[in-house]
């Protein structure tokens, strides 16, 4: 079957504009993961959902990073009035939770 | 925050040597993981160990957890250069959050 899939790839954008990033994860599965990826970092945890339970935000980095997962399927992440800080890659991962995480390729973000 | 530090953070070799990475905590960790990402790509699962003194192999590839269940090794005998890559390791935290992550290590295996 399929993976998880992000669009876009790649994103070039201006500061202070917003973006959305979507995730589809693999059908079926229950919990969702956002992750963040910097140059020479590792994957830094920003949100995830589980089922119909309230999301966990304690990743988040500012009020200006949002996510919503849609009748417990798709995700979006909203990042709101961009800095250059947050060009990274942006990693959806999802897992019939607890189990294997699998991910998605991601979407690079550039800030300009 | 359970942390977890990856050593070391590159690693150059030509194929067919040996190698071990290591994956470092002051924590005591319930299982460790072992992902393998490539350019463009996300990461993908290669192990999951969750005894203490446990070994597994895949392949080339031998993954060890520590008895005190606090670090793992992954070891690469005969690297060929598809086992290029940027090595992962994470481990659920002992908070709310699924996984930590280690800073990785990055393999490059010149032909």
């Known amino acids: 079957g399929a993976g998880v899939s992000q669009s876009p790839s790649n994103k070039v954008t201006e500061k202070g504009k917003d973006v959305e990033l979507r995730c589809d994860p693999i059908?079926?599965?229950?919990?969702l993961y956002w992750y963040r990826q910097s140059l020479g970092q590792g994957l830094e945890f920003l949100i995830y959902?589980?089922?119909?339970?309230?999301?966990?935000k304690s990743g988040l980095p500012s009020d200006r990073f949002s996510a919503e997962r849609t009748g417990g399927s798709v995700s979006t992440l909203t990042i709101q009035r961009t800095q250059q800080e947050d060009s990274a890659v942006y990693l959806c991962?999802?897992?019939?939770?607890?189990?294997?995480?699998?991910f998605g390729p991601g979407t690079r973000l550039t800030v300009l | 925050t359970q942390l977890l530090e990856q050593s070391p953070q590159f690693l150059s070799i030509q194929e067919g040597e040996n190698l071990t990475v290591y994956c470092n905590s002051s924590?005591?960790?319930?299982?460790l993981q072992w992902y393998r990402q490539e350019p463009g790509e996300g990461p993908v699962l290669l192990v999951t160990?969750?005894?203490?003194?446990e070994v597994k192999k895949l392949k080339r590839l031998t993954f060890q957890f520590g008895d005190a269940r606090k670090d793992s090794s992954l070891h690469i005998t005969a690297a060929q250069p598809g086992d290029t890559g940027l090595y992962l390791c994470?481990?659920?935290?002992?908070?709310?959050?699924?996984?930590?992550f280690g800073k990785g290590t990055r393999l490059s295996v010149i032909a």
């Open positions: 991962a999802s897992s019939l939770y607890p189990d294997t995480q699998y």
């Open positions: 059908s079926g599965h229950t919990a």
């Open positions: 959902f589980q089922g119909n339970s309230a999301p966990d």
């Open positions: 924590s005591v960790f319930s299982s």
């Open positions: 160990v969750v005894t203490g003194g």
């Open positions: 994470a481990g659920p935290n002992s908070g709310n959050t699924p996984l930590v």
